[in-house]
């Protein structure tokens, strides 16, 4: 039996991964897009501080939390709150769009563990402000998983502006591979007009 095997994926195994891709893509572009808006005014009227990670970071109690810190002690916030709006928002373009997919899924992924970094949960008791209860497993932890999976399957190959892309390349290098073959070389060189011409004189 060949231990090198393909596997290939069903339509509907396919079209999960895609389905996966893409709500990942629309959760990191709409935090990157709601963070980009505000300051901004709420349904009823009242007025929306702008967006800073300021809070986070001074909270956060990860191994990652006093290099944060120090770079907010440092006057840095600007620089990591503008770098964390815009990269939230390309990241999801990219995997809403399929287009350079697997850097946006490698973006996500580094992001996602830097915030996994930065708060691990291990207190296992309800925390304010958390939806849930968590203890080394939270919803960041699973998206990344999640993440991790999407790059493991070239889902831009099945439904994107990759595809496309790569489909485009694939047809632009038919014409060069066909004029590489010794046989067809020869074919265009006999017809060729000149030398028609020369046997002719």
């Known amino acids: 039996m060949n231990s090198k095997a393909h596997y290939y994926l069903s339509g509907a195994q396919g079209a999960a991964l895609?389905?996966?891709?893409?709500?990942i893509g629309w959760h990191f572009l709409y935090e990157?897009?709601?963070?980009?808006?505000?300051?901004?005014?709420?349904?009823?009227?009242?007025?929306?501080?702008s967006w800073t990670s300021a809070g986070y970071l001074k909270a956060a109690t990860g191994p990652l939390a006093r290099v944060f810190q120090?770079?907010?002690g440092a006057g840095h916030i600007s620089w990591?709150?503008?770098?964390?709006?815009?990269?939230l928002l390309l990241i999801g373009?990219?995997?809403?769009?399929?287009?350079?997919?697997?850097?946006g899924l490698c973006g996500a992924l580094f992001f996602l563990a830097l915030f996994y970094l930065l708060a691990i949960?291990?207190?296992g008791a309800p925390q304010p402000g958390n939806e849930g209860t968590y203890l080394i497993v939270n919803k960041t932890l699973i998206e990344g998983a999640a993440v991790g999976v999407l790059l493991v399957f070239n889902t831009g190959a099945i439904?994107?502006?990759?595809?496309f892309l790569a489909r485009w390349k694939s047809a632009r290098q038919i014409p060069d591979r066909v004029a590489s073959i010794p046989a067809f070389?020869?074919?265009r060189r006999i017809n060729s007009p000149s030398l028609r011409d020369g046997e002719k004189g």
């Open 121 to 123: 949960p291990t207190a």
């Open 32 to 49: 990157g897009y709601y963070k980009l808006i505000l300051p901004a005014w709420s349904a009823d009227g009242k007025p929306l501080p």
């Open 93 to 103: 373009l990219s995997l809403i769009l399929g287009l350079l997919t697997r850097v």
């Open 18 to 23: 895609v389905i996966l891709r893409t709500l």
């Open 70 to 72: 120090w770079m907010i």
């Open 159 to 163: 439904a994107g502006l990759d595809m």
């Open 80 to 87: 990591i709150d503008n770098t964390v709006r815009i990269s």
């Open 185 to 187: 070389e020869e074919e």
